[in-house]
């Protein structure tokens, strides 16, 4: 196995006193062939065994995959389902023969932290916590659906065959010789966050909601065809090139929440150094760009405009709730009850700067540390992208001795 050279550097954590960081450059040439079986006979793509044999293992938590399958983009979009699990269905019958079918596997609810800052070369960079189950990074090159991209996903969110049953953990499912793999042909559906070869990058965040102040199912309604996050997030991808343009693809369809309980919005930058946050609030489309002061953003669990849970708004406002408020009472004074709290609000505060360079900007969303207070568990992972410079620096589950660089110029 060729293994990618590796740069060294000095940082400090805030585990470690004076640890050694190694940046791992990841190129293909990095990690080990998976011999899982990929039962590539269940699914219905002639490229299913191509997709699924290119898994390689970097670690237990670490996986990538080039994804060279055909989702048919634009026919699911033209189908204008109306529900996650239409769409779902949908894909399945493009994907999968009965035999490759199963009941999908609703996670734990997600907790994610993110946000945009320059570095000192003034290029615009998105710094981005993907905390929720604890699962592995399966990180996916995507080269036959439009534009070339990388994707961010966690087979947690995919399957229960990826969750051994007793750890309640994915780590080394994907690798551990008997497991299945077919179900992988899903995980862009599971897509956290990517960058495409243009620069454009996204994370992804949960907004959950209450039953008796729900946002509507369809959150734009009269613009156009249907889509959801799940489809969103690869059209996007596949399709735009800036930010302007993802605003004005929004606009041109509508939009379904992923399931009765949760919406999502989003940070996306591009090479051009613009960048917004955009999300759905009452029936329409609302973009906040840089004119506004609002520069970090998370979870939150109250339907309500987002200048109210920006995060330096909740710093400033905090009002120590410890419990969700109840369906219906949902108030301007109560909404800090999320799946943020103050010590998440505080870290995050602390630790950001209007410039950082890459490596300043990771320290700043691993000493969050943000999900120990939801779940008791590490995040997942922490990406901070450059989209001028089409890479991505990121480390997992707040371990800083490890970090990894991917230049997309050279691997898509």
Partial sequence: MAIAAIALVGCKSQDEPDPKNDIIQVTHQLGEKVTNPTNSQWCK???????????????????????????QLDNLLAGNYRSRVAFEKAFS???????????IYTPQRMACSGFVC?????????????DGDFGPLVMMFNRANGAKYVQMTDPCYNSLIYINRETRKADGTLSDGKTSLHRLLRQPL?????????????????????????????????HGDAMGANLFHNLILSKCKTVKEVETFMSQHDFVTNNTT?????????????????????????????????????????????????????YRSWIPYTSYPKPGEATKDNWQAAFSSRIRATHMMNCYQPVMNEMDALKCLQEGRFSLEVHNQLTNWSCVYNPKQR???FAQRNDMSKIYKLDLKTEL
Wanted: with cysteine; charged share 20%; hydrophobic share 35%.
């Fill in 391 to 393: 890479t991505i620096l």
């Fill in 190 to 222: 599971l897509t956290m966050d990517g960058m495409n070869e243009h620069g454009l990058c996204f994370g992804a965040f949960q907004l959950p909601k209450f039953d008796t102040v729900n946002i509507a199912p369809i959150c734009q309604e009269g």
């Fill in 93 to 103: 019958d493009i994907m999968f023969y009965p035999e490759g079918e199963e009941p």
């Fill in 45 to 71: 793509p002639q490229t299913a065994e191509a997709t699924l044999s290119s898994l390689r293992r970097i670690s237990d938590i670490f996986y990538y995959m080039d994804y060279q399958t055909d989702m």
């Fill in 262 to 314: 949760l919406n999502v919005h989003w940070l996306m930058a591009d090479a051009t150094g613009d960048w917004a946050m955009f999300e759905f609030w009452d029936n329409k489309l609302n973009v906040y760009r840089e004119d506004t002061l609002y520069k970090m953003s998370s979870n939150t669990c109250t339907p309500i405009p987002y200048e109210w849970y920006n995060i330096e708004n909740y």
């Fill in 118 to 130: 320059k570095n000192e070369q003034g290029e615009i960079l998105l710094g981005r916590n993907f």
